[in-house]
């Protein structure tokens, strides 16, 4: 059974830094384009980040929104089958739900872990 857990999350004051997890079980993470989402309350779920660096590519790269752009980073440790969000200087807005998933939305959603920002 494909699985995403997320973790990582909490309550942090802007500016804060918190840095998310996501593993994937019952496939193998290095065959796909992973991205990570949020969803805010009242909005639709967005995509932040995603990386491109699968096993199979010479050359990785990633490409982020514009609102997280120079403060979030994703990376991926495919031997682990776990995919990361470093988030640096966050703000209120950054206030979310987040979750990991491919970067079409292909895998079955995980529960998603609460991150919010503020004093």
């Known amino acids: 059974q494909v699985q995403l857990v997320e973790s990582g999350g909490g309550l942090v004051q802007p500016g804060g830094s918190l840095r998310l997890s996501c593993t994937l079980s019952?496939?193998?993470?290095?065959?796909?384009?992973m991205g990570w989402y949020r969803q805010a309350p009242g909005k639709q779920r967005e995509l932040v980040a995603s990386?491109?660096?699968?096993?199979?590519?010479?050359?990785?790269?990633?490409d982020y929104a514009d609102s997280v752009k120079g403060r979030f980073t994703i990376s991926r440790d495919n031997a682990k089958n776990t995919v990361h969000l470093q988030m640096n200087s966050l703000k209120p807005e950054d206030t979310a739900v987040y979750y990991c998933?491919?970067?079409?939305?292909?895998?079955?959603w995980g529960q998603g872990t609460q991150v919010t920002v503020s004093s």
């Open positions: 019952g496939s193998i993470i290095s065959v796909y384009v």
């Open positions: 990386d491109t660096s699968a096993s199979f590519t010479s050359a990785g790269s990633t």
């Open positions: 998933n491919t970067r079409r939305g292909l895998l079955p």
